[in-house]
């Protein structure tokens, strides 16, 4: 038997057969339910209420009984017995307006070649796609060359271009073309990274459009997506969008996406999710940038390993077994139509390459736009995450790890986690003496969540406070009901549920805060374990580069407070912000550069942690606030016994 689905607020109908799970229905009608275990049932973040109809299962002791007699189900227990009304609550809907929202001033890292003009100067402001506009000779009974021929023998005599190549499609166009623009066209060709390396005519159009060339810039993230449009003529930004991964409805990290990926038709569906959205990026920035798509003549793009061969429909499933190797580190150029990106055919890919299985493109993208390889100061690179990825080096030499930090930074693994979006709780303060909260949220809505930079600033709150210890456990003895005991786990009331948007008081329960802990703990300890394999300390560091749009957010001292970045003085801490957006733009607008990308792919060593027998020692004394060995934080244990004085 079949039964119909029909998700609210969305109005979205779906037919499913009799005992399909509730949220393979959602997945099926593209609705997105929070599930950060991967449908596993463990998190509780799949709540939603049958309004109509009845289900099979879905009762768990994530649910309170409160909840159960309203008639909330988790969606990743519940199998579809008959037709059913299914309303998704607040917390699962999907709000990209932060996406596109600069972090305020901060101390922001300098970007390599940020003033297009300095590319200029130093001669490097060469495209990897080009366009050139020829007046060719018409062709006569004395001069009767091949039309190919006219056209490479023009560019080497007229223009110093050598080692062309054309390709038989584009051969069969060639005559129509040449004569439609009267013998003046203009003819787009694709650099090769390698100075020896072929020169390819990849289009023809009539007439002068040597203005009209465009790029996009792609940065792949496992929670969101972003793109850029780019002028190759002035090389200015023209329009960019960011957009959530819809693969979150499958897997909040890397591992349940390559869990998925092994079933079935799992890989087929998440490469589609992710060209889908990368499209729609596409047609809102060509749009808004007013520029045709036959326009866009390169599109770059860079990602985390298991993100990339997602992209190219590669089988992820050996990144995770041991020895962890992912299909390939480098991809050759190729046409973008080829993977189904809504782009003419003769739009060339460019895939940024990666070291190893979890650092991937992206990394190697942030290394670029820093900068960082052409420093000889001794930096610390930091991309937080789900998949939390580190450097330490400079212009000699380079050493890089990634850490599985697990998706708390993202609201995953939290009670009332939630993403950056309106409603969730991004700031707060407590009063030392009665203990009641101040909280701001994202656009000052009524709460509904916490953010991961929420979930930082209050774990160091509490901490300053003395409401928690350094292992995340609520002081029982406090004077305040905020602090209680539900189903047998203590929690703190950040906001009661009247002035909540989901009718529950929203808490930061100890699971929240060991989850939290594990977190940092993985990155911290990640860190240290990099520098003692090279024999460095913390101290000898002289730079801190964050990078990625959490770390945009992070409260710096709250950071260090926690334990999740080293006691560093705030000076040397620098913004990259969305360092893979930035390398992306980088390698669309110079050539020159790209080749600088394989040099700093070789110069990196990669460190397997669970291969490097000190991580888990670290990883062990990380797991207090801020850690084990106060040491390591002398100003934040001076000012913890200060205020608790």
Request: charged letters at 25%.
């Amino acid at each position: 038997m079949t039964y119909s689905v029909r998700f609210l607020p969305y109005n979205v109908s779906v037919k499913v057969d009799d005992n399909t799970s509730l949220i393979r229905a959602a997945m099926d009608a593209g609705v997105h339910i929070n599930a950060s275990c991967g449908g596993e049932g463990v998190c509780g973040k799949c709540r939603v209420l049958i309004e109509k109809g009845n289900v099979e299962g879905g009762v768990s002791e994530k649910l309170s009984v409160e909840d159960r007699e309203k008639g909330y189900r988790l969606a990743c227990l519940s199998e579809v017995n008959s037709d059913l009304v299914v309303r998704i609550p607040v917390e699962s809907e999907i709000d990209t307006s932060r996406l596109n929202v600069q972090a305020g001033s901060r101390h922001t890292a300098q970007v390599l070649y940020a003033d297009i003009d300095e590319l200029r100067q130093d001669g490097l402001f060469i495209p990897p796609v080009e366009k050139i506009y020829l007046e060719l000779p018409p062709a006569t009974a004395e001069d009767n060359q091949s039309d190919v021929t006219r056209i490479i023998n023009h560019l080497c005599f007229k223009h110093d271009e050598h080692h062309l190549t054309m390709g038989l499609d584009l051969i069969r166009k060639t005559p129509e073309i040449i004569r439609q623009g009267e013998f003046k066209i203009t003819v787009t060709i694709v650099r090769p990274v390698r100075k020896d390396g072929k020169n390819e005519i990849v289009n023809i159009e009539p007439f002068d459009t040597s203005d009209r060339n465009f790029a996009i810039a792609v940065d792949i993230g496992t929670t969101t997506v972003y793109g850029q449009a780019l002028d190759l003529h002035t090389g200015k930004v023209l329009s960019e969008h960011g957009e959530f991964n819809p693969q979150i409805s499958y897997g909040e990290d890397v591992i349940s996406r390559i869990m998925f990926a092994e079933k079935g038709d799992g890989l087929e569906i998440l490469h589609q999710k992710i060209i889908e959205i990368i499209n729609k990026i596409i047609d809102r920035i060509v749009k808004k940038a007013g520029i045709g798509q036959h326009e866009v003549t390169t599109i770059t793009l860079a990602g985390n390993t298991t993100m990339t061969q997602l992209l190219l429909k590669i089988n992820p499933s050996y990144i995770r077994r041991d020895p962890y190797v992912p299909a390939s580190s480098v991809y050759p150029p190729f046409h973008s139509s080829q993977i189904g990106i809504d782009l003419a055919d003769h739009t060339i890919a460019l895939i940024y390459p990666g070291v190893s299985s979890y650092v991937g493109g992206d990394i190697i993208a942030g290394i670029m736009a820093s900068g960082m390889y052409r420093s000889s100061e001794l930096t610390l690179y930091m991309d937080i995450g789900t998949n939390a990825e580190i450097v330490i080096g400079h212009k000699d030499w380079m050493v890089c790890t990634a850490a599985s930090a697990g998706p708390a930074f993202e609201g995953g693994g939290v009670k009332f986690g939630m993403r950056a979006t309106k409603g969730a709780i991004e700031d707060f303060s407590i009063n030392p003496l009665t203990y009641e909260p101040m909280i701001i949220t994202v656009e000052n809505k009524k709460a509904k969540g916490i953010c991961g930079s929420g979930m930082i600033t209050i774990a160091a709150k509490l901490l300053e406070t003395g409401v928690i210890d350094s292992r995340g456990k609520f002081n029982q003895s406090l004077d305040t009901p905020r602090i209680r005991k539900t189903d047998d786990i203590w929690e703190y009331v950040l906001v009661y549920k009247e002035n909540t948007q989901i009718d529950r008081d929203i808490t930061i329960t100890e699971p929240d805060l060991d989850n939290l802990i594990r977190a940092k703990g993985a990155m911290y300890s990640a860190a240290l374990t990099l520098l003692e394999e090279i024999g460095m300390k913390i101290s000898d560091i002289e730079r801190v580069i964050l990078a990625g749009g959490f770390g945009s957010y992070v409260e710096l001292q709250s950071a260090i407070t926690i334990g999740l970045l080293p006691e560093i003085d705030p000076s040397k801490v620098t913004y990259l912000g969305n360092g893979s957006l930035l390398g992306c733009k980088i390698n669309s607008l110079t050539n020159a550069l790209r080749r600088d990308v394989a040099k700093v792919v070789n110069m990196m060593t990669n460190f397997e942690l669970a291969a490097t027998h000190s991580y888990m020692d670290h990883y062990m004394g990380a797991l207090f606030l801020p850690h084990t060995q106060l040491d390591y934080f002398p100003k934040v244990k001076a000012r913890l016994e200060k205020l608790r004085k």
